[in-house]
């Protein structure tokens, strides 16, 4: 989905679902969630060659920049208002669009469609990929989460069962697939789980959720949601359906949750632009970055620096060591940033 931010009023505006809030990541995707593959098979381990991927959903392109640079030296184009990106195993580029509804895949440095998804596919805000790399597909407007084998166009399996309007997919350590629904009615979600491969609700957690558009599990498989609406982060504990924990400090409409290396939570607030920090367990405010932070919409680290997309101000701003020190801007070819990748 897209968000555009209003900075007069700090109103965000979704696509079929308007929120005004003074105080959303969609998530995600999905985007450096976790800090290790082990707890979050979305997150695929980084590679010295790996460039950083953007989404613009303003001027539906893809553009790819080198490590540490802030040209473009790839772009992908068109690809019809993206929403989300992925990268499965073997380093193909998986492009969600919002625009006729589609899934293109590109090989490894081309920029020809290798093969595209439409079966299944509406609206497809999120993707992801268990660890046998087949992808995960939340399509928001069909309240549906598709998946494909490696390599097809047509799903292998849909879940429907208490998924409504789903934002955000993210997998624990055992292969549990966690799945957040924004829903139609105000002050309201749910984030429910499946079991490996199962179309099943294994449990569905109600506590504290209240129109949640991001996931995160912690290195001790803690889950993590960001709640647009009441403008928190709820913890749960592995298995629970109880709210271990809410941050709420410095927190406005949450969008995107990462954790860094040192376990630290990182949320992006675009009702008050700044990403905002947290001891790990503890929930305490360690630091707020606003430097350059206007509507961020979405995160991810590589190697150990921040990346932030602001839609806001259509750039990516990086901060070395997820501190608030700006490492460089680019704005070169951003325009509407939706999701942040890295691959080959």
């Not at 624990?172 to 984030?191: F, I, K, M, S």
């Not at 209240?210 to 009441?230: E, I, K, M």
């Not at 509507?295 to 750039?315: K, M, Q, S």
Request: proline residues 6%; contains cysteine.
């Amino acid at each position: 989905m897209i968000l555009r931010f209003n900075a007069s009023v700090a109103a965000v505006v979704l696509p079929m679902l308007v929120a005004c809030s003074s105080a959303q990541h969609l998530n995600l995707t999905p985007n450096g969630a976790a800090p290790s593959t082990a707890t979050n098979p979305l997150v695929r381990p980084a590679t010295a060659a790996a460039r950083l991927f953007v989404a613009n959903a303003a001027n539906d392109t893809v553009t790819a920049y080198r490590w540490a640079g802030t040209s473009v030296v790839r772009t992908i184009s068109p690809v019809r208002e993206p929403l989300s990106l992925a990268f499965d195993g073997t380093g193909n580029l998986y492009v969600g669009n919002r625009r006729f509804n589609t899934v293109k895949v590109y090989a490894p440095g081309s920029n020809s469609i290798l093969r595209k998804i439409a079966q299944g596919i509406n609206n497809p805000v999120a993707l992801a990929f268990d660890a046998a790399d087949n992808l995960y597909v939340a399509n928001y407007h069909n309240n549906t989460v598709t998946v494909y084998a490696p390599g097809s166009t047509s799903p292998m399996q849909t879940i429907t069962a208490g998924v409504e309007r789903p934002t955000a997919l993210a997998f624990d350590g055992a292969g549990n697939l966690y799945v957040a629904n924004n829903y139609r009615r105000p002050h309201d979600g749910t984030v429910t789980v499946y079991a490996s491969g199962s179309t099943f609700v294994l449990y569905t957690i109600f506590q504290g959720i209240d129109h949640p558009f991001a996931l995160a599990l912690d290195t001790s498989g803690n889950l993590y949601v960001a709640n647009a609406y009441s403008s928190t982060v709820t913890a749960y504990a592995p298995g629970s359906r109880s709210v271990l924990q809410t941050i709420s400090q410095g927190i406005d409409f949450p969008t995107a949750l990462a954790f860094s290396r040192r376990g630290n939570l990182f949320v992006s607030n675009p009702g008050n632009s700044t990403v905002t920090v947290y001891a790990p367990a503890g929930g305490s405010l360690v630091r707020t970055i606003s430097n350059s932070v206007s509507g961020p919409r979405t995160l991810a680290f590589y190697r150990g620096d921040l990346y932030v997309a602001n839609e806001g101000n259509n750039t990516i701003t990086v901060y070395a060591g997820g501190g608030t020190s700006l490492l460089r801007s680019i704005s070169q070819g951003v325009s509407g940033p939706s999701a942040i990748a890295f691959g080959p």
